[in-house]
């Protein structure tokens, strides 16, 4: 490994996550991965013999399979094979575009950040003059190229005056700033047959930028040096030797010009020739060309076309003089990043890309909830358990809802007075061509009370942020072309399959986590009521007809949905959609062929119309918009403001209007809603939906202790040493209703009787380690806990998903979690089990603690967030009785507790 290669590297802070702190585990440098790829053999990559990247969780047959060479009818056929393979490399642009920091650029050959050039894309468009060698490459900046109407061919057909791209690369090279080179297989130049569409070359810096003339058109040149020069290219034909760099000769000798007394190297083996043309400098305040008058003037007709370089100008070689800070192969967000204070892992770092470690694919987050390499020969995935995310005002940026409103002079807005609930309805009728109504939006503005119900918003996002959802990212232009490109957010449909430009996976209602269900019902009631003082409500047989589909949708931070309408000809006319987590913008816009423009009209070239409605949605807002001609004439956007956000939007799909009686028939039959829902009727009221009974609360002060770890297995010596402590810790600021991370330990000395150690790290998911001590000994691991419901006020139910070791017998809790800032959390008790109609198994009772000597801290029956005995195993039994046996038990204690 070259010195400067090794420096660099060793001081890399890693292209990793925003989010990052120091990284914990090593990071993975282009050097390491180099060092552990075998050398090509038929075609065949095989991956990194070692990574010891940490990963939090690791599809464990990643390793086993060898990921193939996909070779393409590209424009290399006939050269060689190359001698080694990319350690990083795509097949999407948008997959390079994503997991690249250094290539962020869709559309342009190069990626500037800072006025400096990052990234340098070498494909199709490979000029006479181009080179491409194991060590340099020459190639032309930037754009000015029209089609040539005679050759059909891009070409360069006028002067480039200016130049910011050369400019940034002048930049670039006087701050040595180091440019990782990428070759597409469309480049033609290349000494090897390129192994996928889009190949990461290597960290290069930029030893000259010049001005040319071809074809009498000036045109600007650049040459990149590869930094590291020790190793042999990987892109080098395999039957070239490699040539150790020498940094004395030759050298690309030149001469001052007498006109304009500038340096120019001379380059051309046509003879010297001055070459400054200086994109622009600042003279005196103001920006001047000072292109010397000789330039380009050879003083004899010399024919542009033809000029070749000089072989010294080829082969001089310039030690880079900078250090290489960032790797090739940047850090993926790892557990370290998550950890970081005020993390959620739905940062925009989140939703960017990996490159496989197994692999090197530049590979998008498709999925919701992991990476998975998009080699299909791969197989690795990678994933970061989110915490859970409170609903609370704190998890949206701060925004002015006032700045994110606008109603145009042309929509009136009225308020609607609902029979039922604390909602405060704003009605907007969107105007026609004609100024007639052609249809309504309805803002429900939520508030805390509402949120708050069981079954509530608050609910609804918590048991989102668990429920199996099968959200991804689907191509929204160009499926499985080069340049697919996938939405910016994730979604999957529930009920009759919704059929629009972006194609996705759609399940039957009666198949549907219970929240989607729920939010249905919340939605249907508010469909209903807007159809009902809608603008053709008194136009008979306009009936609401219930929703049949619900798209769900999940946003991470900057994630959002584009312009569209939901205009299908199978679509009912009203729309109704929930908001849930961080605030959103939500704007509409007259599509371009018509003749609606709101006041602050200024229609930009391509025809796009000022918004004409931009409404600001907050957690647990509905909007609804009634009426088909809105689709027909407007078109929409959403746009949140924070890290999380989940939309889930209801239609009704006319089965009438699918030809296809199999596809009908289908749809029907999604949209078939299970027994359960009608438990979940909503009528807007106070009271909707609350079957659970919310009993009094009290606040109990406990113990915190950091000594545990928040994840991971707890050994018995520190559930000895957190004997018996409670840790309530708050991951996320905000109100004191939020859940937050729990960590419980409790413990027993006595033969028979059971430690356990609860650590929750987000809603829904608990993570334990439990210790049986039969005959003194104690037997480590055998439950792996199970919750069903998630939602902070409900109980929840621990369950025992193994079988207990010999002589243990199956244990349940019910437990509540609300926790506060202030390491405190609410004591609540719950309802009999039959108010939890998701769980049959048993409940552990509230008895008093066992006879015979206890410890201190088992004195006293404990209620801690949760009831539960607190050291004896109870024994299987009819847990649903003694519930009601020791019901006015525990109203007494409840009573005591809070004061009564
Ligand atoms: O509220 C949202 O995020 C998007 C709703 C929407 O426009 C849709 O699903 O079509």
Same mark, same amino acid.
């Given at each position: 490994m070259a010195d400067h290669v090794g420096q660099g590297l060793g001081s890399a802070k890693g292209y990793s996550s925003p989010l990052s702190s120091p990284p914990s585990s090593p990071t993975s440098t282009p050097e390491s991965l180099k060092q552990n790829l075998p050398e090509i053999e038929n075609n065949v990559t095989s991956p990194p013999a070692t990574n010891k990247r940490k990963r939090e969780s690791t599809s464990p047959?990643?390793?086993?399979?060898?990921?193939?060479?996909?070779?393409?009818?590209? +424009? &290399?056929?006939?050269?060689?094979?190359?001698?080694?393979?990319?350690?990083?490399?795509?097949?999407?642009?948008?997959g390079l575009c994503e997991a690249l920091p250094y290539y962020r650029a869709y559309q342009s050959g190069a990626y500037t950040h800072g006025g400096k050039v990052l990234g340098f894309m070498c494909d199709g468009e490979v000029?006479?003059?181009?080179?491409?060698?194991? &060590?340099?490459?020459?190639?032309? #900046?930037?754009?000015?190229?029209t089609i040539n109407e005679e050759t059909g061919q891009r070409e360069q057909t006028k002067s480039q005056d200016d130049c910011a791209l050369a400019i940034s690369f002048i930049e670039s090279q006087n701050t040595r700033q180091p440019i990782v080179v990428i070759a597409g297989q469309g480049n033609t130049g290349s000494p090897s047959k390129l192994p996928h569409y889009y190949n990461v070359l290597d960290h290069f810096h930029v030893t000259d930028v010049w001005c040319e003339k071809y074809n009498s058109v000036v045109r600007w040149m650049v040459r990149l040096e590869k930094i590291d020069l020790a190793h042999k290219s990987w892109w080098s034909a395999g039957t070239t030797s490699h040539s150790h760099p020498n940094f004395v000769s030759p050298k690309a000798l030149g001469q001052v010009c007498s006109i304009c007394k500038v340096h120019s190297k001379n380059i051309y083996k046509q003879g010297w020739v001055c070459l400054n043309a200086d994109p622009v400098k600042a003279v005196v305040g103001k920006h001047e060309k000072t292109t010397c008058p000789a330039f380009f003037d050879f003083g004899r007709d010399v024919d542009d076309k033809t000029l070749k370089f000089t072989e010294e100008f080829l082969l001089e070689r310039t030690r880079f003089p900078g250090h290489l800070t960032e790797p090739l192969v940047p850090q993926m967000p790892n557990a370290a990043d998550k950890d970081v204070i005020g993390a959620l892992a739905f940062e925009e770092s989140c939703r960017k890309g990996i490159v496989c470690t197994q692999c090197g694919c530049c590979s998008r987050r498709i999925h919701w909830e992991k990476w998975v390499c998009e080699n299909p020969l791969c197989g690795f995935t990678s994933a970061l358990t989110p915490r859970a995310v409170p609903a609370s005002p704190a998890i949206s940026e701060d925004e002015d809802p006032k700045d994110h409103t606008f109603v145009s002079k042309s929509i009136a807005s009225t308020t609607v007075d609902l029979c039922s609930g604390n909602w405060a309805v704003t009605k907007y009728d969107i105007p026609g061509e004609e100024g007639e109504i052609v249809g309504n939006v309805f803002h429900f503005k939520s508030n805390t009370t509402i949120n708050g119900q069981p079954n509530g918003p608050d609910d609804l996002f918590a048991e989102l942020?668990?429920?199996?959802?099968?959200?991804?990212?689907?191509?929204? +232009?160009?499926?499985? *072309?080069?340049?697919?490109?996938?939405? *910016?957010?994730?979604?999957?449909?529930?009920? *009759?399959?919704?059929?629009?430009?972006?194609?996705?996976?759609?399940?039957?209602?009666?198949?549907?986590?219970?929240?989607?269900?729920?939010?249905?019902?919340?939605?249907?009631?508010?469909?209903?009521?807007? #159809?009902?003082?809608?603008?053709?409500?008194?136009?008979?047989g306009k009936e609401f007809q219930p929703f049949n589909e619900m798209l769900s949708v999940g946003y991470f931070e900057k994630g959002y949905m584009g312009y569209h309408d939901d205009g299908e000809a199978t679509l009912g006319p009203t729309v109704a959609s929930i908001s849930l987590g961080c605030s959103s913008t939500m704007k509409w816009r007259p599509k371009k062929k018509n003749s609606i423009v709101s006041e602050r009209e200024r229609i930009n070239q391509k025809g796009i119309k000022k918004d004409v409605l931009s409404i600001f949605l907050e957690h647990g807002d509905i909007m609804v918009m009634h009426g088909s001609r809105i689709q027909q004439l407007y078109e929409h956007t959403v746009i949140p403001h924070g890290k999380l956000r989940f939309a889930l939007t209801s239609r009704y799909i006319i089965p009438a209007t699918i030809s296809d009686p199999i596809g009908r028939r289908i749809a029907e039959t999604a949209a078939n809603l299970p027994d359960f829902s009608s438990e979940y009727e909503y009528d807007g009221s106070m009271t909707a939906g609350s079957k659970i009974q919310v009993l009094p609360r009290t606040k109990e002060t406990h113990q915190h202790s950091d000594a545990w770890p928040t994840t991971g297995t707890v050994s018995s010596e520190d559930l000895q040493e957190t004997y018996f402590s409670v840790l309530a810790r708050m991951q996320t600021a905000g109100s004191p209703t939020q859940v937050g991370t729990m960590q419980t330990a409790q413990s027993s000395p006595q033969a028979g009787t059971m430690q356990t150690a609860h650590s929750f790290s987000q809603v829904g998911t608990m993570q334990t380690a439990s210790y049986f001590s039969q005959d003194g000994t104690t037997q480590p691991g055998y439950e792996q806990y199970q919750y069903s419901g998630n939602t902070p006020r409900l109980c929840?139910?621990?369950?025992?998903?193994?079988? !207990? !070791?010999?002589?243990?017998?199956?244990?349940?809790?019910?437990?509540?979690?609300?926790?506060?800032?202030s390491y405190e959390y609410t004591a609540t008790t719950y309802p009999p089990p039959s108010m939890y109609p998701t769980y049959n198994g048993p409940?552990?009772? #509230?008895?008093? !603690?066992?006879?015979?000597?206890?410890? !201190? &801290?088992?004195?006293?029956? &404990?209620?801690?967030?949760?009831?539960?005995?607190p050291m004896m195993m109870a024994p299987a039994q009819n847990y649903a009785s003694m519930w009601e046996d020791g019901q006015d038990e525990r109203q007494e204690t409840l009573a005591r507790q809070s004061g009564q």
């Open positions: 047959k990643a390793t086993a399979k060898k990921p193939k060479t996909v070779y393409y009818g590209n +424009k &290399q056929e006939g050269k060689p094979m190359p001698h080694g393979q990319p350690v990083v490399w795509s097949d999407k642009r948008q000029g006479d003059r181009d080179v491409f060698e194991d &060590q340099i490459m020459i190639a032309r #900046v930037g754009g000015g190229k942020q668990v429920a199996k959802l099968g959200l991804k990212r689907n191509p929204s +232009k160009c499926r499985g *072309a080069r340049n697919e490109v996938l939405t *910016a957010h994730w979604a999957h449909n529930w009920g *009759a399959p919704y059929k629009y430009s972006v194609r996705q996976e759609s399940t039957e209602f009666e198949k549907a986590p219970r929240v989607i269900i729920k939010a249905l019902k919340r939605l249907t009631w508010a469909g209903k009521q807007a #159809v009902s003082t809608g603008f053709d409500k008194d136009d008979k929840y139910l621990a369950e025992a998903s193994a079988t !207990p !070791p010999p002589g243990c017998e199956h244990h349940g809790y019910l437990m509540n979690l609300p926790v506060t800032s409940y552990a009772p #509230v008895v008093a !603690p066992p006879a015979g000597p206890l410890q !201190p &801290q088992f004195q006293q029956p &404990q209620y801690y967030g949760y009831n539960y005995t």
